[in-house]
């Protein structure tokens, strides 16, 4: 029954591009060939080939910005310090990061527009799937088969986010630049209790194919699927220490206590430390 309501329902987040002038120029970005993301890039290949250092700034996220009053402050440092974290990681692949403003690059973003995760779908989902995972354990019925599986969010309030990044060169001139928007969805996007969770994990996927944008200067949704390797797992899923040292600055991935989190659907905030603390 679950099943046939979906088919009438949208299964994933309203995404929207807009542009509200925090890039210096617009006028270049092309909309990714890709057809199931939306999202307008521009890359200089040869000016980020050239370049060494880049310096992150992190992430702004105005209060004003469309859809956030349901977020706290705390909130939005949170989402916006995922997409710097993510960022760094993926750059510091290609650049050394620096944290003075003597740099080849200097990355910054902001987020302009957010739907928050709506808690009433988030939590009757995950309601419905502990449910299932105790009926399956007392061996009820239908869910003996399906215990294991999980069940699919429900297609209520389902969270997005824009973002507008871009990379400027010593003399302001822009290198790369991509307008973002992405959205959450019933199928592999995890449920939590939080209005921030699907914000937040956006901002790590922003985070993510911006960082490629400038690694390799290719398109992020075109590049073909490949297996994670051992120093991104360690990273960006198990905690451990960035590759590079400045990226420490944006705090480390939760790591196994984020990953049972996300299991029993605690919000973020209860298991990511969010940036490093000067001093400590």
């Known amino acids: 029954m679950a099943a046939a309501l979906m088919t009438g329902v949208a299964a994933c987040g309203t995404v929207l591009l807009n542009q509200t002038g925090s890039l210096t120029r617009y006028d270049r970005l092309e909309r990714s060939t890709s057809t199931a993301t939306e999202a307008r890039l521009f890359v200089d290949r040869p000016a980020l080939q050239h370049a060494k250092t880049v310096r992150i700034v992190p992430t702004a996220f105005p209060a004003n910005v469309d859809g956030s009053a349901p977020l706290t402050p705390a909130d939005r440092r949170l989402i916006a310090n995922a997409a710097d974290r993510a960022l760094c990681y993926d750059l510091s692949l290609r650049y050394d990061i620096v944290q003075s403003r003597d740099a080849d690059l200097t990355v910054r973003a902001q987020i302009t527009r957010v739907e928050p995760t709506s808690l009433i779908g988030a939590g009757g989902t995950i309601a419905g799937s502990a449910a299932v995972t105790v009926a399956s ?67 790590g996927d922003f985070g993510q194919d911006f960082g490629y944008l400038m690694a390799t200067g290719d398109d992020p949704f075109t590049a073909p699927n490949t297996l994670p390797n051992w120093n991104r797992i360690r990273v960006t899923v198990l905690g451990e220490a960035p590759l590079d040292p400045d990226c420490e600055a944006f705090g480390r991935a939760p790591g196994v206590d984020g990953i049972l989190g996300d299991y029993i659907g605690l919000p973020p905030e209860y298991t990511d430390k969010g940036p490093a603390v000067p001093g400590r």
């Open 137 to 203: 354990q007392l061996g009820v019925g239908f869910a003996e088969g399906i215990g294991r599986i999980p069940i699919p969010r429900l297609p209520i309030g389902l969270g997005s986010l824009t973002v507008e990044a871009e990379a400027l060169d010593r003399r302001r001139v822009q290198r790369a630049a991509m307008v973002w928007g992405g959205a959450a969805n019933s199928f592999t996007s995890q449920p939590r209790f939080s209005a921030a969770s699907d914000p937040y994990d956006l901002a």
